[in-house]
């Protein structure tokens, strides 16, 4: 077998078989994207699970729910388990071997498992599951997202004399108010912000 030339046009398509699961870039690897790795690891753990079985639907029932349709013939309420954890939603199904002592002259129909898992973002709740003429629906509510606002506050530097070691909550006097001031060689109470001859 011909080996392709590794300095032709080819060579961006090729595959690189000295790379390793490290060195792949990552989805999350711009450096404004702060504490994401979490959602890393279940994007990888969703792309595990990507065989084709069962199909589903997802579709938008209202305006703030959602609702996912597995096709799950012969499977029975017993052999399907759904389950929530943290932020993934996992469908899996097991069915029975009940083929003992039975006598198959052909069979092209045999017990099969799956797992299915759903990324779900934060505020989703699983409102409820039901099984119908071999079709599992799950019905999820998308809560209106909070437009959250801070104000975060700006403290000067120590240069500028502003700062939390010069503030009232380190034993410092505030700015203007109390403390004493050296006139002509003598400590004199400064009261708003002017010293006091006596």
């Given amino acids: 077998m011909r080996r392709l030339d590794a300095s032709g046009p080819a060579a961006r398509f090729a595959p ?90 052909h069979r092209g129909i045999a017990a099969r498992q799956f797992q299915r898992a759903f990324v779900l973002a934060e505020g989703i709740e699983v409102e409820g599951a039901w099984l119908d003429n071999g079709l599992l629906h799950v019905d999820l509510q998308r809560p209106q997202p909070e437009v959250r606002v801070r104000t975060i506050q700006i403290n000067g530097g120590q240069g500028q004399g502003a700062g939390p070691a010069n503030g009232p909550a380190n034993g410092g006097a505030p700015r203007g108010v109390g403390g004493n001031r050296t006139v002509n060689g003598a400590s004199v109470p400064v009261v708003e912000g002017r010293a006091s001859r006596g």
């Fill in 16 to 105: 690189d078989e000295e790379a390793s699961p490290l060195s792949r870039p990552s989805v999350f690897g711009s450096p404004l994207f702060l504490g994401f790795d979490h959602l890393e690891q279940m994007l990888d753990r969703v792309a595990k699970n990507a065989d084709g079985y069962p199909p589903y639907n997802i579709e938008q029932t209202a305006e703030n729910r959602l609702r996912i349709t597995l096709a799950v013939a012969g499977f029975a309420m017993e052999d399907l388990q759904i389950t929530q954890e943290d932020n993934q939603l996992v469908i899996r199904g097991r069915q029975r071997d009940d083929s003992e002592g039975r006598i198959f002259l």
